[in-house]
């Protein structure tokens, strides 16, 4: 079946610096990935998508990076501020679900 | 716009009863998907749900069932709880149909405990 999977439980950052977070997937035909942020006592929120036909895709302040080749994608968020503190999970988007990875915690230190 | 809510917010249980959850999606949106998410095994998907009918469903028994209303909102129900039922129940809206690349918006979940 198919499985998505983050490199990292957890990462600590300090306030400023730059955040990257991987993620590593399994199903070559996936063709629709999004990275969901969720903060304690609250659903997944949608930070940014990325199709297949894409190598990258920049947000506000959030670039995700695709690579098929090795089925690998990254969220990278620039000057990390104490609100980025939170779960991430990379996800494959299917037919009307998602398969999500475990999630990486993300802790910014002041 | 009023986002995804889902009711109750906690629910606490005894094994061998059954639950009903709530969910209302965000106006307009048809597709309506539910997930179990535990610390052990993550976010995993139950079932999904798309004009009153059950579109895709996941890798659980058949204790876990639900459905969804004319108005797009839905329920789902797990009978006969066990312990390891205990998980944040959560429900995503989208807007649905086609190729269904569309963005599920979450809600705050149903947090169950099974005593």
């Known amino acids: 079946g198919e499985s998505v999977g983050l490199h990292l439980p957890t990462l600590s950052v300090q306030e400023g610096d730059n955040s990257i977070i991987n993620c590593a997937y399994s199903n070559s035909a996936s063709d629709y990935f999004i990275w969901y942020k969720q903060e304690s006592g609250k659903g997944p929120q949608f930070i940014i998508d990325i199709r297949s036909n894409m190598d990258k895709r920049q947000g506000q302040r959030v670039t995700v990076l695709l690579n098929k080749t090795v089925k690998h994608l990254s969220l990278q968020i620039a000057a990390t501020q104490p609100g980025d503190s939170a779960v991430y999970f990379c996800?494959?988007?299917?037919?009307?679900?998602?398969?999500f990875g475990d999630g990486t915690t993300l802790t910014v230190k002041p | 716009k009023a986002g995804v809510t889902q009711t109750p917010r906690y629910l606490i249980k005894t094994r061998g009863q059954q639950v009903t959850l709530s969910c209302s999606p965000i106006?307009?949106?048809?597709?309506v998907s539910w997930y179990q998410q535990t610390p052990g095994q993550g976010l995993q998907f139950l079932f999904e749900y798309f004009s009153e009918t059950q579109r895709n469903k996941g890798n659980f028994p058949g204790r876990f069932s639900g459905r969804q209303f004319s108005n797009s909102r839905s329920e789902m129900n797990v009978s006969t709880l066990e312990l390891g039922d205990s998980a944040l129940y959560l429900c995503a809206s989208s807007l649905g149909g086609g190729l269904d690349k569309n963005i599920q918006y979450f809600g705050a979940g149903t947090r169950l405990s099974v005593l």
């Open positions: 106006s307009g949106h048809r597709s």
């Open positions: 996800a494959e988007k299917g037919a009307g679900k998602s398969t």
